[in-house]
């Protein structure tokens, strides 16, 4: 249920780019991290979470995608080229 929640508030955009595995996986968790960080933000800014909670959690969630894109980065990502 939480899933399909998830999808309807935060709908995934459309993949515009060269539709490689590296690529897709990073636009993937690159919009996981743009979902979680509004959701840490509407807590912070309802008052169900302080401003330093709410950074460290956003500073962990941004240490986990360094640490995904460090195992991507044999293969480059490319910058995306939507039209």
Not at 39 to 60: M, R, T
Not at 67 to 72: C, M, N
Request: aromatic share 10%.
């Amino acid at each position: 249920m939480k899933k399909d929640i998830d999808t309807f508030i935060y709908p995934p955009s459309l993949y515009c780019n060269n539709p490689t595995p590296e690529n897709i996986a990073f636009n993937t968790q690159l919009q996981k991290l743009a979902a979680e960080i509004a959701y840490i933000s509407g807590l912070e800014a309802s008052g169900l979470i302080s401003p330093d909670e709410a950074y460290k959690e956003v500073k962990a969630l941004w240490k986990q995608f360094q640490q995904f894109k460090k195992g991507i980065d044999g293969k480059p990502v490319e910058r995306l080229k939507c039209a």
